[in-house]
């Protein structure tokens, strides 16, 4: 098996958990603020569905791509790059949002303060050396 396919099983076992306990899952990611995020493919058009730990600040949603310390962004950020309108699913809440890069001053603001919530993604962020894209997910009203 090959690693993407290796992320892709695992990424499926954590929304599986994810869908079915109401947005709670275990492992490393028990009490961590995770949602899935559905994009549509920039090639294929096809749904795409990623669990993400997300950034709660000043009553919005914020990503990551941070693609687990790869030197490349996420092909979940290249897909709502090219269409923005993406499913949110928050615990056992589903909506539709609008996704909106943010500009880098402010994702690094947002990038100290999600490592400050969450100390255990400091390791991973040192070994980063690419600016790391922020999404702000805009629910649509």
């Known amino acids: 098996m090959t690693e993407i396919q290796d992320l892709n099983d ?41 669990p993400l730990v997300y950034l709660s600040e000043g009553g919005r949603i914020y990503v990551f791509a941070g693609n687990r310390g790869a030197p490349t962004n996420p092909a979940w950020y290249h897909n709502l790059v090219a269409h ?42 040192a070994t980063i050396t690419r600016q790391v894209p922020v999404v702000l997910l805009e629910r649509k009203k």
């Open 84 to 125: 923005p309108y993406v499913i949110v699913e928050l615990g056992p809440e589903k909506f539709e949002a609008r996704a909106i890069v943010v500009d880098s001053a402010e994702g690094e603001r947002l990038g100290r303060i999600q490592v400050q919530k969450i100390p255990a993604l400091a390791s991973l962020a």
């Open 10 to 50: 695992w990424d499926r076992q954590i929304i599986e958990e994810f869908r079915a306990s109401g947005g709670n899952v275990g492992g490393q990611f028990a009490n961590a603020p995770l949602l899935l995020l559905t994009t549509t493919g920039a090639k294929s058009g096809e749904p795409r569905t990623r």
